[in-house]
């Protein structure tokens, strides 16, 4: 199975910024072949990336979106939308989505619907904050947010999803109290998460569901955690906003 590495830009980088990063990455790349490589730069460098990226190996995603196709929802944008503007994935439940704009499960369900509906890849986002993992809630968080996510999801969909396990306790964000996961903490939340879809589907589809690893990953730790049996990959932030950094971490999914 091909790892799957993601860069999550968040609110960072104008257009012009976005453009000169492809440019200088393409070439650091060009003979990468055993990765499937994503970018998610913010919305407004969507429509210039579509461009930048075509003919090329890079697939193109986007950090959020509605559930609905249409409507009267201010500052919104829609999965017609990033179908049409060359998009193939989407994150969706990111973490800070989570905390900073209070998404719950069940509106990341009709998201996740709603982008299987019209032909996107979703990125699912779970994993449990510090608070529940000092109190031993992981499991029972990040099953409740696979049943909840998940809900309603046919059998023959859930292969075009993609399960990033974001341990928030270990995503530093300036906090001295995030503590980064050691590979065998982050190999650990894979395989269980495999175990409870299994549980919810059956055994062909929990060992190929492609779960990804979204705990701070960086050149210095990206060969260890992707070398782990149960972490087919990265959902990568701020070491995907620098060329080489990203590209670091690409070859170490070889």
Partial sequence: MKKL???NWKMNKTIEEAISFVKEFKKIIKNEKNAE???????TALAALSKELKN????????????EDAGAFTGEISPLMLKDIGCKYVILGHSERREIFNENDFLVNKKIIAALKHGLK??????????????????????????NCLKNIDKNEISKITIAYEPVWAISRGNPNHK???KEDAEKGHKFIR?????MFD???????????????????????????????????NASLNAKSFAEIISCAN
């Fill in 180 to 182: 980064a996961a050691t």
């Fill in 5 to 7: 590495v993601a860069a």
């Fill in 56 to 67: 090329s190996k890079i697939n193109l995603g986007a950090q959020n979106m509605h559930f």
């Fill in 122 to 147: 979703p990125i699912l986002c779970i994993g449990e904050n510090l608070e529940q993992k000092n109190q031993g809630k992981t499991k029972e968080v990040i099953e409740q947010q696979l049943k």
């Fill in 37 to 43: 490589i994503i970018i998610c730069p913010p919305f």
């Fill in 203 to 237: 055994k062909s589809i929990s060992k190929n569901i492609k779960i990804i690893y979204g705990g701070s990953m960086k050149p210095e730790n990206a060969k260890e955690l992707l070398s782990m049996p149960n972490i087919d990959g990265g959902l990568v932030g």
């Fill in 195 to 199: 175990g409870v879809v299994e549980k």
